[in-house]
């Protein structure tokens, strides 16, 4: 069965690994026959929640910006997938202020059941995604029909498509990820 995919990017960086992550995952939810609308959040107004929930009431935020368009479109996906490169062991600030804003969806009929986090470090041991891994999973726990359906984590790398010796397996891995999706 076909899905609606929504990928979001949140690197401010072009060409980046977690961005290389999250096409991956693209290409490979399009083989298995799936709708994928991919979102960067470069060049984006994403503003910080200002916790006056209106948004529980009205089921959209009072902020007008991009991240209004961004939370209409996970309204209606049936997965989410975000990408982000790992800052200081944890998620980017975009991403972390994008989850902020999507909070009209806590109280509405949301289509999604599946999430998945791509992420990519300069560090490579396993462990440096945990906390951004902690971080979506709190995020979601807020869902009670969504789970975590996956995670794909690059390290080792630092500039923006940089080889290194396990980037064509952890693309190779998004792929899979995204054709299973």
Not at 19 to 39: D, I, K, N, Q, Y
Not at 85 to 110: A, H, V, W
Not at 116 to 123: D, N, R, V
Request: charged share 30%; net charge negative.
């Amino acid at each position: 069965m076909s899905k609606k995919i929504l990928i979001v990017s949140a690197s401010p960086r072009r060409n980046s690994n977690s961005e290389a992550l999250a096409l991956a995952f693209a290409e490979g939810a399009r083989e298995a026959g799936h709708e994928v609308e991919f979102v960067s959040l470069r060049g984006k107004t994403v503003n910080f929640c200002r916790g006056c929930f209106v948004c529980q009431e009205k089921l959209r935020c009072v902020i007008r910006d991009d991240a209004d368009e961004i939370c209409q479109k996970a309204l209606t996906a049936d997965a989410l997938v975000f990408a982000t490169p790992i800052y200081y062991y944890e998620m980017s600030g975009q991403l972390k202020t994008l989850l902020d804003r999507l909070n009209p969806l806590f109280p509405s009929d949301y289509a999604f059941s599946d999430v998945y986090l791509l992420t990519a470090a300069a560090e490579d041991e396993p462990s440096v995604p945990e906390r951004a891994v902690h971080g979506v999973e709190g995020w979601i726990e807020c869902f009670g029909r969504a789970r975590l359906a996956g995670t794909v984590f690059l390290g080792g790398v630092t500039e923006a498509g940089e080889a290194a010796p396990a980037r064509e397996e952890k693309l190779r891995e998004a792929r899979e990820l995204g054709r299973r999706a």
